[in-house]
């Protein structure tokens, strides 16, 4: 197999730390009963290595371990809290940076329950935000659901000023930290966001196949499930189980990845945030500071961080996606799953190149980058020459 | 004889399990008959009675939830 330079991370971070793979293979030889299903001796393993996973997640976050509340992923997971947070004649507020994990959810449940929702601006000083969302608030705002950091461009939104505008009005809070997960931390018990959702395998170095919601205090008594299901506790009503997490865990977990999740975590904590995050600012800028000497190349970044947002003159984005691939580059062209982001930040319908980096890349793949990018921009000027 | 200490879920037996360990009470985590419950599967702390109170003690200093001892 060619040497692969991986620039997805935002979609899936690759290759996963070897702690992570020694523990999944680990995990289905040994260990792989069903958490919550049964006390034999695999079944309590399985609920051990679950539960450590929970204790490692809500470490992270400033959570308690049992307001963790896993799911199959992050769309899952806003899915649940959002869908079961809102009633009837409901007002929803989102930033003009979200995902259709968030936006296609939010439409639905408009159209299914009567509700309305209104896009806040994300981009711009926390005064600003704050006095979008204040603008765009009704007496009949219960929900507002906002991105921690945006998938195409290394914005963050001012979550905590966010948070405490919305407990004072009366808003439940959910924020997506599928971008800044691993890299990015919250203290839950410092702010009052009521949930926050999270996938396993982006920067927190797990396997695909799990995510969760990170309940705060008391915060979701009045939500509502969106499954049903066995939860291994409480089987004789027909309505599932009061508390948490079985509340919201219908069906047999994803148990594997959820172990993985835990040493990811582990992985994460010891490498530190602060240097993961540094790690991949510095990856980018350089990128950007070279592709500025690249004629026909447009970065849409005002800032370096885990994403760098760029097109070439004359060629489209899932081309030049196409062209690296050629090259055994991994980038995402296209919309990435963000139209709305897209038109926020003026490349809709189009979309763009992302490359976005995780703590195995190097600088030495970084201008291996700036090489081939140089090359293919190069190309796409000879084929515009008359 | 037994002495069981229940819980609602397998994460509260997880987390009060770990509180047992801390402290060093030997224990084990075990299913509850779901005749002994009025709302069906439950799991529980399994500990020598001997060590009932403390780790009632130990549990409630951490406030920990957990229903009324069993004793079978």
Redesign the interface.
Known sequence: MKKLIYFDNAATTFPKPESVYRAVDEYERNRCGN??R??HSLA?SA??AV?GA??ALAEFYGAS??NVVFTMNTTYALNIAIKGAVKSGDHILISDLEHNSVLRPVCAICRRLGASFDIFHGIGSEDEIIADIDKKRTDKTRLLVCTHQSNILPITLPVKAIADYCREHGIFTIVDCAQSSGIAKIDMSLTKIDAICVPSHKGFYGIQGSGAIIFGDGACEDIGTLIEGG???????VEM?S????RFEAGTLPSPSIYSLSKGIEFVNARGVDNIREHERAICEYIMRGMRDIRGVTVYNNEAGSTLLYNIDGITPSDAASALDGYGVCVRAGLHCAPLAHRTIGTFPTGAVRASFGVFNTMKEAARFLDIVEHIAGGARQKRLP | MRCILPF?????A??GS?ILTSVNIPH????ID?SLT??????GIEIACIYADAAETALKHRHIQYGDLLTI
Do not use: F, N, W
Request: proline fraction near 12%.
């Open positions: 958490p919550s049964g006390a309590i609920a051990d539960y929970r204790e371990p049992e939860s291994g506790s409480e089987s004789i009503p189980p508390h948490l997490p079985d | 609602i879920s397998m994460t509260a997880q987390k770990r084990k985590i075990v299913g779901a009025r709302r069906g599967c439950a799991y």
